[in-house]
């Protein structure tokens, strides 16, 4: 049974920081890509950052970049999502999400559809 558990939500003031972490089992975790998304009530689920199978390749929402890094440690069978200078906007349910295909593109990495593994999602509130 492949299991994703993202933890580290909370509540944190506007130009705070939080580093979300996303466990994965159930699989071979070096062979999957994982990815991080965000939905705020009302909208879609948008892509937030993701992290290519070796960590190598990472990719960004603009809005996210130079504020958000993505990193794993396979060891550990876990990803990070390390947030600074967070902004009301961030305020969301995080979800990351696994999949085990090998490609290095944004719009594949950035499509909800690609992926078959979703965690329950960690709340983020950031407060102005």
């Known amino acids: 049974q492949v299991l994703l558990v993202e933890s580290g939500g909370g509540l944190v003031q506007a130009g705070g920081s939080l580093r979300l972490s996303c466990v994965v089992s159930?699989?071979?975790?070096?062979?999957?890509?994982v990815g991080w998304f965000r939905q705020a009530p009302g909208k879609e689920r948008e892509f937030v950052a993701a992290i290519s199978r070796a960590g190598t390749i990472t990719y960004y929402q603009d809005s996210v970049k130079g504020r958000f890094t993505v990193s794993r440690d396979n060891a550990k069978n876990t990803v990070y999502l390390q947030m600074i200078s967070l902004k009301p906007e961030d305020t969301a349910v995080y979800y990351c999400?696994?999949?085990?295909?090998?490609?290095?593109?944004?719009?594949?990495?950035?499509?909800?559809?690609?992926?078959?593994?979703w965690g329950q999602g960690t709340q983020v509130t950031v407060s102005s």
């Open positions: 999400a696994a999949d085990d295909w090998n490609i290095n593109n944004f719009q594949d990495y950035a499509r909800t559809s690609r992926y078959t593994y």
């Open positions: 159930g699989v071979i975790f070096r062979n999957y890509a």
